[in-house]
């Protein structure tokens, strides 16, 4: 099959009727993510299905034109970079699925101000200013699953499966006739070979770094045994038998922890409460290089950053 040529856009064939579809440019880091395309197939679906493909608005539309009408869209969870621009796929007729509890925050933006704890942080004019630089515009309607349900649309089945270490709505998909296993953002998240990215990311209350690993166990068992092709939201393809993905994900934990547990080490720490702890590590900018951020951006990234940091000193020996 010959694939379109769009400017920005990089299209890739995981199999003959399923792309990967990726942004390049992006007005900000939290604004896209990539996602897949079922394209129609004869006995399956007349109708082009869209799951989790946060990208801009004017390419949704370039899309539509080609390969629309898209009549159904699935969100993975309801971080920014996977909600922003859904309310295009829907003013384009597809209807939006989302799962619980995190449907609603595709609805109002308040929901996610509340629903992640950036309200024990923040003003919500703060989270408004992010959503705004991310393009975030709400939807209308949305249709709620459960984390582990199948979904069939015509005769396209999709299995959900609940990866809730990232947040507790966060699924992956298996589309078990078609052996591709979506494992969104669980944090295989390498640009390319051979560079890496950050990595699993655990920066709300809600997130778990012991759930995170059980969810990067079960996705390897899924993959390996049911599953020809891995995809993710911030990455490239990779096929069965390559597993690398999994040992990335888990050595970056392993490295988030000695991060912490060296700055431990050498930070004045030992009759500190945990609050204050963390405090002070916070300001050593172990994980984001918050110095050189303004305003809303420093409180939103100090506010992820002091959770990782939380996460990972629970698990060190330094209050045991
Ligand atoms: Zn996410």
């Given amino acids: 099959m010959s694939?379109?040529?769009?400017?920005?856009?990089?299209?890739w064939e995981v199999t003959e009727d399923i792309l990967l579809i990726h942004q390049k440019k992006v007005?900000?880091?939290?604004?896209?993510?990539d996602g897949l395309l079922i394209l129609p197939k004869k006995a399956r679906n007349k109708k082009a299905i869209a799951l989790d493909l946060n990208i801009e608005p004017k390419y949704i539309k370039n899309l539509n034109?080609?390969?629309?009408?898209?009549?159904n869209y699935v969100c993975t969870h309801a971080h920014v970079d996977h909600t922003s621009h859904v309310y295009a796929w829907e003013q384009f007729g597809a209807n939006i699925h989302a799962p619980s509890p995190e449907a609603n925050f595709l609805l109002d933006l308040h929901n996610f101000y509340e629903g992640f704890g950036f309200n024990e942080a923040m003003e919500y004019s703060s989270v408004e200013k992010f959503g705004e630089i991310n393009g975030f515009h709400n939807c209308k309607q949305v249709n709620c699953f459960k984390?582990?349900?199948?979904?069939?649309?015509?005769?396209?089945?999709?299995?959900?499966?609940?990866?809730s270490g990232h947040?507790?709505?966060?699924?992956?998909?298996l589309l078990p006739k078609e052996k591709v296993l979506h494992i969104s953002c669980l944090g295989f998240d390498k640009p390319k070979p051979g560079i890496d990215g950050?990595?699993?990311?655990?920066?709300?209350?809600?997130?778990?770094?012991?759930?995170?690993?059980?969810d990067i166990n079960k996705a390897e068992s899924i993959f390996i045994n049911n599953a020809k092709f891995l995809t993710s939201s911030h990455s490239y393809i990779v096929k069965n038998p390559d597993t690398h993905p999994f040992e990335y994900m888990r050595t970056k934990i392993k490295e988030n922890q000695e991060k912490v547990d060296n700055?431990?080490?050498i930070s004045n720490s030992s009759k500190l409460s945990e609050d204050e702890v963390v405090k002070q590590l916070l300001q050593m900018d172990i994980f984001f290089p918050k110095r050189k951020?303004?305003?809303?951006?420093?409180?939103?990234?100090?506010?992820w950053e002091s959770w990782i940091i939380r996460k990972h000193i629970q698990r060190s020996n330094h209050f045991k």
């Fill in 167 to 173: 947040s507790k709505a966060h699924v992956g998909f």
């Fill in 65 to 71: 034109d080609i390969y629309g009408p898209v009549s």
């Fill in 198 to 214: 950050f990595g699993p990311w655990y920066g709300f209350k809600q997130a778990s770094i012991s759930q995170y690993i059980e």
């Fill in 263 to 265: 700055a431990l080490k």
């Fill in 27 to 33: 007005p900000f880091l939290f604004s896209c993510c």
């Fill in 3 to 11: 694939l379109p040529k769009i400017d920005n856009l990089e299209i």
């Fill in 147 to 163: 984390p582990g349900d199948s979904l069939k649309f015509e005769k396209f089945r999709i299995d959900t499966i609940s990866f």
């Fill in 293 to 303: 951020l303004k305003d809303f951006l420093f409180e939103i990234y100090s506010l």
